[in-house]
């Protein structure tokens, strides 16, 4: 029998994707180093994608005042050249973290890892804000990051600003709402003195319930609104829901766990 989470485990610390304990070749090896050697960089491509979401929010913001600009009659140029400088620099910053990942094939367990260890720094940049802050002030700064990709990919898809901003900020409002309550519960099982198995415990599980909720969420907006998913229907959306909870439970273990402790 496959424990998913065991699993995760295993190939985060030995790289091993299966149950199997036969040998490794030396080529297998070779294989394996260099795959472990992917872990690092996938982090430290985490921490440059906080200034890329950034770059993409601020992308949104210019565009917005373009229009305005425009609706009264105003030269909105100015404005326009900074959204596609931003927009330009955002999506070589998503592109690159992208081409870090595993592809599609290489199993739900996998691409979990690499997606919390990806997501690792901004979920840390959120906790260092909610605990000097606030717990609202630590969601915010999560859906600040998140605003930034979504409105960056739905323009590159060629949707308008106004359409592009609505879709992210549905994405944002998801994302703020779920990541509120583990961060105010860590915090306060933080500031009581909890031991570190209750809080682990306790913020895996509602880690794992906001997670879920907005990968399924967002995954709903985007299959509503974005071009590239035109084609699918609404039974494609529902098809790709174990795999896509899977490897949100990965991640947020891998993420949630090292946040802990």
């Not at 200034?51 to 425009?70: E, H, Q, R, W």
């Not at 915010?140 to 990051?145: H, K, L, P």
């Not at 299959?223 to 998913?229: D, S, V």
């Amino acid at each position: 029998r496959r424990y998913p989470v065991i699993d995760a485990f295993k190939y985060l610390f030995t790289g091993e994707d299966n149950a199997s304990a036969r040998k490794r070749t030396p080529a297998e090896q070779a294989a394996f180093e260099k795959e472990q050697q992917r872990l690092p960089g996938v982090f430290a491509q985490g921490v440059k994608e906080i200034p890329y979401s950034l770059t993409g929010v601020g992308a949104n913001i210019a565009d917005l005042y373009a229009k305005a600009f425009k609706a009264i009659g105003l030269d909105g140029t100015g404005a326009e050249t900074i959204a596609i400088g931003a927009r330009l620099r955002a999506t070589e910053g998503f592109k690159a973290g992208d081409a870090l990942m595993p592809t599609g094939d290489e199993g739900a367990i996998k691409r979990g890892v690499f997606s919390g260890v990806r997501s690792l720094p901004g979920s840390l940049a959120g906790l260092g804000t909610a605990a000097i802050a606030g717990p609202l002030a630590g969601a915010g700064f999560i859906g600040a990051q998140t605003q930034g990709r979504p409105y960056v990919e739905a323009r590159n898809q060629g949707l308008d600003v106004g359409e592009a901003t609505r879709f992210a900020a549905v994405d944002t409002a998801i994302e703020i709402g779920t990541e509120y309550v583990p961060f105010a519960r860590l915090l306060n099982d933080t500031k009581v003195g909890s031991t570190l198995g209750k809080r682990l415990l306790r913020n895996l599980v509602d880690e794992q319930i906001g997670e879920q909720a907005a990968t399924a969420l967002q995954d709903l907006n985007a299959w509503a609104t974005l071009p590239e998913n035109e084609s699918k229907t609404f039974n494609d959306y529902l098809a790709e829901r174990p795999d896509a909870a899977l490897q949100t439970a990965i991640a947020t273990l891998v993420s949630s766990g090292a946040t802990n402790t």
